[in-house]
């Protein structure tokens, strides 16, 4: 496990109970996960890709994880990132204008991934069959310096009507591939340039893709 400076690991991962808030305002230790299970966190950003959770985030419904301004979100340093972000009808908020990634994706059943300026950075996107929508806000930057080419957004059919809507802009030079049953909306305007493919389900563009390369949509979708 590599170190920094100023941080401990702790293999445990948390587990937050009662309709609280919790905050952590100094970076010393880096926990093995995090389970949300009632009220909310609220915690600095990561100290030089040193995040606060390496393992598994889970964000229940009702709760809430907001991440402050300055440092680099969940971080970016293998082994100090979270595994995977796993939004079930909560919400995780970013306040800053910084880009973080993850290794194992977000994967969402309803619920929130919100921000203002904060630039969300993955190259995943996975929802669960649900009765309520799983929504993105906010600028969400595809970045191809981690080897990728394409941003996969798997959504599955459930029971509302759009299963995933996008709402912020979709920037950087990778493309998206939606694949999976359900109805993916985008409302923003998007400027990411690489190319658009749908290989299942639905997309509908309500805002624009105007600099994208290319779309393709592959029988059956």
Not at 52 to 73: K, M, Q, R, W, Y
Not at 129 to 139: C, D, F, I, L, N
Not at 166 to 191: E, F
């Amino acid at each position: 496990m590599p170190g920094s400076p100023d941080t401990s690991y702790n293999a445990s991962a948390i587990t937050k109970e009662g309709a609280g808030t919790m905050e952590f305002t100094t970076h010393s230790w880096v926990w093995g996960g995090l389970n949300l299970n009632n009220g909310s966190i609220i915690t600095a950003g990561g100290n030089g890709g040193f995040g606060f959770f390496s393992g598994a985030v889970n964000i229940n419904s009702g709760t809430t994880l907001t991440i402050n301004s300055d440092g680099t979100g969940f971080g970016y340093n293998n082994g100090w990132k979270p595994s995977s972000v796993n939004i079930v009808g909560g919400t995780v908020n970013g306040g800053g204008n910084h880009v973080w990634g993850i290794s194992g994706g977000v994967n969402m059943t309803g619920g929130t991934l919100s921000s203002a300026s904060y630039q969300w950075n993955f190259t995943d996107l996975n929802t669960v069959a649900s009765s309520t929508t799983s929504t993105v806000t906010g600028a969400l930057n595809i970045r191809g310096d981690g080897g990728y080419s394409t941003m996969v957004i798997n959504v599955a059919d459930g029971a509302a009507e759009t299963d995933l809507l996008m709402s912020g802009n979709i920037t950087g030079g990778p493309g998206i591939t939606k694949r999976g049953a359900g109805q993916l909306v985008l409302s923003g305007t998007n400027s990411y340039s690489g190319n658009t493919t749908v290989e299942a389900g639905t997309l509908v563009v309500n805002g624009s893709i105007a600099n994208a390369t290319t779309t393709t949509v592959q029988s059956g979708a």
